[in-house]
């Protein structure tokens, strides 16, 4: 065919002296061109549908082109006994819910993954399998012969005279052309009379500084405290269930480390070693996933800034998995590495930060999310243990709580009885003063401290003010203010006989309003803060939920104030003659007083509601 080709060229040149030798020139090319990719397709075709597929045998990846499939396989690799000895025929079968292609199956040392094939094969179905001959060991790997449609395969393995300790097998399936899972592993079998390394991590099918592997199943918390130290939010999650749980997991296996990383994220997760718990300077490691492949990198943090991807590989046994919009990664690292100062030594005590957010083309964006950071400093290698961490420093909760209980409890019940309970108890006294004045004074004075005290942690935390500081902090200061003023314009308010009071009733009263307005912004803003992220969108309910209860009850007593709810009032010449004022202004007050009391009561199980939020991030 090649030579068909260029005689048609040549052909083409020769007749390039005629008066359309443009034209056939142009029909000359295009007939080479087609016959040149016809030619390509069959060679291609023909190689994906014959199944030699030899060139795999080492990293078992189809030539297609394309990345692996890294969702659940809907394939399963079964072994037919759980211990073999030197010349056992063992069967092995390849099932799926869904039909398959073609297919590669090996069986490979477990603690040499990366390593030669193990034992050779015999048919069961000659006519959908053939055997293949991996580094000259003959029949050492099995495949398909044609792209017939399958769901099931069987074949039988014989265990050589110098099998390793345990092996297991490992299939790459192809469902079609471009969609395929690599190296689904099969349960490990293990050889009779010995003990196998109890280091091995059986359910990783790879291992090397240059390439990395697809992890057939999602990490789990079982052994958590007991095998292997562990840090999970929320607590008790397990990943291999909940895909929401970010998990973090590490143990000494000899001079290295094995890690563990998972969590729900569009674009990367990551940890570090931290001497402190701020970012910066510290020892981290990233997974990123790139189009549906995970690199997993180790770097430096200096300050605040992007890390820095360290210049040679660091990192062995890496494996990853993306499925269900969760990225999992698994790497070891030896406990110390004098030559690179940045990687910190594993035998020492760290904060643990796990951090996640959006990548792109590899290169990953600032969480926007606060980390979750370890509570105490882990020792690395130190005995197995369950970490516990949050994502928000200790004292920014305090300072959510403190105002929370000012605004939602104090303050809010403080205005309500200025605004409707004047002309209650007018015989009765508290203090010397009169009831209602008490009760508002007093609470409002506390919302003047707590607001204070929360106000000044955020500083104290931080230590200066941010320069990414967000409208919460511009409405905070606002609220602040206008709370300070409010008893300082108290102190100086003229007597109630002055021809001024009422200059200071409209000021006194529109600061107040502002101020509790402004203060509701300013806490719906804060509940979305990094530094204190209360879950969505249960809470914004309950604020809501706050917020309409204050409003209801403020308008109840508004209208009936109004004498448009009094009973009788359509009628108010025969009210006039008939009601008895005493009665009547004695119902008014514990009508009033009941309302308050559910008014302070739900007000209470709202602010409890948020506050254990607050405890539980």
């Not at 003229?494 to 912004?521: C, Q, Y």
């Amino acid at each position: 065919m090649v030579m068909f080709i260029e005689d048609l060229y040549l052909c083409g040149r020769v007749e390039e002296t005629g008066e359309h030798s443009d034209f056939q020139m142009a029909r000359t090319h295009q007939a080479a061109t087609v016959l040149w990719t016809a030619l390509l397709v069959s060679w291609t075709v023909t190689g994906y549908k014959n199944g030699k597929v030899e060139k795999a045998c080492d990293t078992m990846v189809p030539g297609h082109g394309g990345h692996p499939n890294t969702t659940t396989s809907p394939y399963t690799l079964n072994v037919g006994t759980k211990t073999f000895k030197s010349g056992d025929h063992i069967k092995v079968n390849l099932s799926g819910l869904q039909h398959f292609e073609g297919f590669l199956i090996e069986a490979r040392d477990t603690e040499d993954p990366a390593g030669l094939a193990v034992g050779s094969f015999t048919l069961i179905s000659p006519e959908i399998s053939q055997l293949l001959q991996c580094h000259s060991i003959k029949g050492s790997a099995v495949s398909h012969t044609s792209n017939t449609k399958l769901t099931e395969v069987g074949v039988v393995w014989t265990a050589p005279a110098d099998a390793p300790p345990t092996v297991h097998f490992m299939a790459t399936v192809v469902a079609h052309y471009s969609n395929f899972w690599v190296k689904i592993p099969s349960p490990v079998i293990t050889q009779d009379g010995v003990t196998p390394n109890p280091t091995t991590p059986t359910t990783f099918t790879s291992a090397s500084t240059e390439t990395t592997a697809v992890l057939p199943q999602p990490f789990s918390s079982d052994g958590c405290g007991q095998e292997k130290s562990c840090l999970l939010d929320p607590v008790h999650c397990n990943p291999a269930t909940d895909t929401h749980c970010f998990f973090l997991s590490y143990r000494t296996e000899g001079s290295s480390v094995q890690f563990e990383l998972s969590g729900p994220a569009p674009g990367y997760v990551s940890f570090a070693l931290s001497e402190d718990k701020w970012m910066g300077n510290d020892d981290v490691y990233l997974c990123v996933n790139d189009g549906g492949r995970v690199s997993v990198e180790a770097a430096y943090a200096t300050g605040r800034t992007h890390p820095e991807i360290a210049d040679k590989a660091e990192l062995s046994d890496v494996g990853w998995r993306v499925a269900d919009g969760v990225i999992q990664c698994r790497f070891r690292r030896a406990i110390s590495i004098p030559e690179d100062p940045q990687r910190f030594s594993l035998n020492h005590s760290y904060y643990l930060f796990i951090a996640h957010g959006a990548a792109e083309d590899g290169l990953i964006h600032k969480h926007k999310r606060q980390p979750l950071i370890s509570a105490q400093r882990q020792a690395i290698t130190g005995p197995p243990e369950i970490a516990t961490g949050s994502r928000s420093p200790l004292m920014m909760k305090y300072h959510g709580a403190l105002m929370l209980f000012a605004w939602m409890v104090l303050g809010s019940t403080g205005i309500f009885m200025a605004g409707f309970f004047k002309p209650d108890w007018p015989e009765k006294t508290l203090f010397g003063q009169r009831i209602w004045f008490m009760v508002h004074h007093s609470l409002m004075m506390l919302t003047v401290i707590f607001t204070f005290v929360g106000f000044i942690l955020p500083f104290i935390y931080r230590g200066h003010w941010s320069r990414g500081a967000s409208a919460h902090a511009g409405l905070g200061c606002t609220v602040m203010s206008l709370t300070v003023i409010q008893p300082i314009m108290a102190f100086f308010r003229p007597s109630p006989d002055s021809s001024r009071r009422w200059i200071f009733n409209w000021m006194h009263r529109g600061v107040g309003k502002t101020a509790e307005l402004l203060a509701g912004i300013t806490i719906s803003y804060g509940m979305h803060q990094q530094s204190l992220l209360l879950p969505f969108p249960w809470t914004t309910g309950v604020f809501v939920g706050f917020i309409i209860l204050v409003i209801l009850s403020k308008v109840i007593l508004f209208v009936y104030r109004r004498n448009i709810c009094k009973p009788g009032a359509e009628r108010p010449d025969e009210l006039a003659i008939l009601s008895d004022s005493s009665v009547s202004k004695g119902w008014d007050t514990k009508l009033k007083v009941v309302i308050l009391a559910a008014f302070v009561g739900v007000n209470c199980l709202f602010c409890t509601a948020l506050l254990c939020s607050i405890s539980a991030i």
